[in-house]
């Protein structure tokens, strides 16, 4: 490519980011804003938003619903996860191809109708709408996020480590908790913070499946539906940078060595 | 085969415990005793999540597709009908949003494509390794924040008071806002926002497989900058276009929130028309089943069609 | 753990259509060592890893003393594995890993402790106890996953090509530390190389193996010196193969025909017939070389092409006009007496092995 075409990248490069970066920080700047109107100009800033949305014991009880949601999504996650990846990895069988299509099935299904499904399917088995279904949809949505990094991983794991184990003595339960599993572990935090985030942000399985008491995204949105408020500002700027130190965190724990 | 051991006595760590106990030893024996056994071990749990809790919504999705009421009123069976399937192709109100979700999609598909091309190529093949996952790190994070916030961010920056209006006025360009919230204008820059990433990644681990002596070859052999592009970076980048293209329209086609949010009544999407079927507490999720099913069915189908055209064999989807 | 006698009886193993190893059998007496030798691809390693119970054969048995073990796991199995890549488990210390095998076998702390400590001393490892695999070096490395291999006390230790990640230099050292080591320990060790220097200097017997097939079996002298086939011949050590027709049997000896000149050998493998082609191997340092006509009906006149001094050995390379040639290694002290175009050579009959195939 010519030095000109480089340029011309370059450039498409930073007005993406910019793209990416405008509207959050906006988002974040208006939190700051010392009026309720949300919109130019801005005449002082203020920290009030942000007190208010500490003082907001109903804001508290949906962010604390929320977490208990994404901590058990994300343990059930990893469990199943782990166990799919094992299988997928250390196993000789036929139909792999299949049952690899099948566990992965919830990465490629839009997303509303993965929670109209998984709606219909909750009532037909008697879970009503609540913390239950929302915490099962949750983890059906995360399952093939964490069976493709724990695969990852574990295909780069060298089969003599497993065989050494077993060699000196170890069936496969104890090699898998004593050699396998601390080879896992680091991606496997990685991938439950991403599986929390991901639970944490859902909106459209939380909307369906959730019942009165909403997850936070759900009741930024109903929020959302009688207006723009600066305390949406502020709450969506605290998710914000929790998320980017937890991202980054877990970015970096994939991708060690 | 070895001998029974008379273990001595003294304090052990948990694994020397747990092996030589004679409860986990019979429970090991048989049930990881033969390779058979193992197997179905490992396999029992993953196939029975996978059957379950990926295939049974579906089957039961398309299931009720097929009822003529639910959730059924006590004492009540339900009988199959097709006129939940009907519904669809006989109501423009219903089959209108459909087409709309499914072009609507298509268009931004590809205006993410030729959007993000360029900063997947750029990353990939102008920026030194070494500092490769900074630039990308850079673009990842506003990915990890959530659907709704990222929706709310975009609100903020194209409403009539928001930084574009200000920005244009500023500039003296124009002297009223321009509306560009509730419109498909703000629908499809706000769902651009929230699916580039799944364009992204793809295209960029596509051109980084790419040897650079390859363009190297061809520049030697005469071939100038454009037709290196289509005759040898296009080409190899294929996968990456088709596993991104089939990702964001996949993605495009199922949100719910945003739709509502940034659209206006001229670009209802398909989600908000099932979503409704479910909102009223009548008794109309058999049609909203059956809608869902039309456009699983059709979006996957697309999806495989799509990947055949681009030469992609059916095996995974990434 | 007392040594046990290890046998296999008629072992094949198939991958699909392709054979590993094909009717294999063998005993291994108690406390030897034994190599399997070959180049890669010849079932070596697959041989091995079914003693290990990694692999399971397709037909025949594998035994461990009077017991059948052939369908044994290898975590029931009293046998232990040094890996080719160590498969030291890199999140656990030197210590931990030594120790892994003794606590499954439900010792105490304190045996463990003991037994931890006195293989460290024995394996020089002192002070290491508590780093990690990736903080030694290779030699380190390799002797800590010895220990942990023989930390169990197993009746038999696999070696699986466990210098092949040393340096030259490093390895001649460890092969000498490990023929040490197996003597100090009296235990079996069952050793797989494709370097067949490695497998002359350590072993008490050395199974060379081709496309899954024991071709030979027997001491490194036995092997060296006694080659019965043109494969064990070529693979081990320098040879001079030379291809002759036999002219009869004189008794024990065979008579043959080498390019007009007369050679007597012995035929330990099969029996020739008069007419058949066979092939005839001297090591070159056995060749007989006088600088003028010696006392010998199987004398003959030799041109010298190439004179190469090696420090403590020279290296003719010589030939005839009627188109025999020969490498011949002399110490350089008797090289000296050679002139420098011609020399008169013997191949005496028991340096001389015959091979039909």
Request: charged share 15%; glycine share 8%.
């Amino acid at each position: 490519m010519t030095r000109h075409t480089r340029l011309i990248m370059q450039m498409v490069y930073w007005a993406f980011v910019l793209y990416l970066f405008i509207p959050l920080s906006l988002m974040v700047l208006m939190g700051f804003k010392d009026s309720k109107f949300i919109g130019f100009p801005i005449k002082s800033l203020t920290l009030h938003w942000y007190k208010v949305v500490i003082q907001d014991l109903e804001l508290m009880s949906v962010f604390a619903y929320s977490f208990t949601i994404a901590i058990s999504s994300t343990v059930l996650a990893i469990i199943i996860g782990t166990w799919a990846a094992m299988l997928l990895s250390q196993a000789k069988f036929k139909g792999k191809i299949i049952v690899f299509a099948l566990i992965t099935l919830p990465a490629v299904l839009p997303g509303i109708i993965s929670a109209i499904a998984l709606r219909i399917y909750s009532q037909t088995l008697g879970i009503e709408p609540g913390m239950t279904a929302v915490i099962l949809g949750h983890t059906v949505h995360n399952v093939p996020f964490v069976t493709l990094v724990g695969m990852a991983r574990l295909n780069s794991q060298p089969m003599s480590h497993v065989e050494a184990a077993q060699d000196l003595g170890a069936d496969n339960v104890i090699s898998f908790f004593r050699i396998t599993l601390p080879y896992l572990t680091p991606a496997l935090v990685g991938a439950g913070i991403f599986c929390m985030l991901t639970s944490f942000d859902d909106f459209v399985r939380s909307f369906f499946l959730g019942g009165y008491e909403p997850t936070l995204p759900v009741y930024i949105f109903s929020q959302l539906r009688t207006g723009m408020s600066p305390e949406i500002n502020a709450i969506s700027s605290v998710v914000l940078v929790i998320t980017a130190v937890m991202g980054l965190a877990a970015e970096r724990l994939m991708r060690r060595k | 085969m070895p001998p029974q051991e008379e273990y001595s006595t003294g304090s052990r760590s948990f694994w020397s415990w747990l092996a030589t106990s004679k409860v986990y030893q019979s429970v090991s024996a048989s049930l990881l005793g033969t390779k058979k056994r193992r197997l179905v071990l490992l396999a029992a749990v993953p196939i029975i999540w996978a059957i379950v809790a990926n295939l049974g919504p579906l089957f039961k999705m398309l299931d009720i597709s097929f009822y003529d009421a639910y959730p059924l009123s006590k004492g009540r069976e339900a009988t199959y009908t097709i006129a939940a399937w009907r519904e669809f192709f006989v109501t423009p109100v219903y089959y209108i949003p459909f087409f709309r979700t499914l072009i609507f999609s298509g268009i931004l598909t590809f205006a993410t494509l030729v959007l993000v091309y360029p900063v997947a190529y750029f990353l990939a093949r102008h920026v030194p390794k070494s500092r490769q996952m900074l630039f990308l790190l850079l673009v990842l994070i506003p990915f990890w924040v959530g659907e709704i916030i990222r929706t709310y961010a975009i609100m903020i920056l194209l409403g009539n008071n928001g930084a574009i209006n200000i920005a244009l006025k500023f500039l003296g360009i124009i002297d009223r806002p321009i509306p560009f919230m509730y419109t498909s204008f703000s629908l499809g820059i706000g769902i651009v926002y929230l699916v580039s990433l799944y364009m992204l990644l793809p295209l960029y681990s596509a051109l980084e497989k790419i040897p650079t002596n390859m363009n190297e070859a061809a520049a030697d052999l005469g071939a100038g900058p454009w037709r290196r592009f289509w005759r040898i970076t296009l080409p190899l980048s294929k996968d990456g276009i088709a596993s991104g293209c089939v990702l964001v329209f996949l993605i495009a086609t199922g949100f719910y929130a945003t739709p509502v949010i940034l659209g206006g009544p001229s670009s209802t999407m398909f989600a908000e028309s099932i979503a409704n079927t479910f909102n009223v507490a009548a008794d109309r999720w058999p049609t909203g089943a059956a809608f869902s099913s039309i456009m699983l069915i059709t979006t996957l189908t697309l999806a495989a069609v799509f990947l055949k055209i681009m030469g992609r064999r059916g095996k995974g989807y990434l | 753990m007392k040594n046990a006698t290890v046998s296999l009886v008629d072992i094949s193993k198939k991958y699909g259509s392709f054979v590993a190893v094909e009717k294999i059998n063998l005993t291994i007496q108690p406390g030897d060592f034994v190599t399997l030798l070959g180049p890669s691809g010849c079932g070596k390693s697959t041989t091995l890893r079914i003693l290990g119970g990694f692999e399971t054969p397709t037909t025949g048995q594998v035994f461990l003393g009077d017991d059948d073990v052939t369908n044994i796991p290898p975590n029931r199995r009293n046998v232990n594995m040094v890996f080719q890549d160590y498969a030291l488990f890199p999140h656990m210390t030197c210590g931990r890993n030594i120790a892994f095998g003794l606590e499954l076998k439900g010792k105490t702390k304190a045996e463990t402790e003991a037994r931890v400590d006195e293989l460290l001393e024995f394996m020089q490892l002192t002070g290491f106890k508590d780093r990690k695999p990736e903080e030694l070096s290779g030699g380190q490395r390799q002797r800590v996953a010895l220990a942990r291999a023989l930390a169990p006390d197993p009746s038999v230790l696999l070696l699986d090509e466990p210098l092949g990640a040393l340096d030259a230099k490093l390895r001649k050292q460890v092969q000498i530390e490990l023929k040490s080591i197996q003597k100090r320990t009296g235990k079996t060790f069952i050793f797989v190389t494709h370097d067949q220097e490695e497998a002359l200097t350590m072993s008490d017997r050395v199974l060379v193996m081709n496309k899954g097939r024991i071709e030979q079996a027997g001491s490194p002298k036995d092997l060296y010196s006694h080659p019965e086939s043109r494969f064990v011949a070529e693979f081990i050590g320098e040879t001079n193969m030379l291809e002759c027709g036999v002219k009869g049997i004189d008794g024990k000896q065979v008579v043959l025909d080498w390019f007009g000149t007369e050679l007597r050998g012995d035929c330990r493998k099969g029996s020739p017939t008069p007419g058949q082609k066979v092939g005839a191997v001297i090591r070159p340092e056995n060749i007989t070389c006088y600088s003028n006509k010696p006392e010998s009906s199987l004398a003959f006149e030799l041109n010298i092409d190439q004179r190469i001094f090696k420090g403590s050995s020279t290296t003719f390379e010589a030939r005839s006009s009627k188109g025999q040639s020969l490498t011949i290694t002399l110490d350089s002290i008797r090289a000296d007496e050679i002139g420098t175009e011609k020399m008169w050579v013997v191949l005496k009959p028991e340096y001389l092995s015959i091979l039909l195939n």
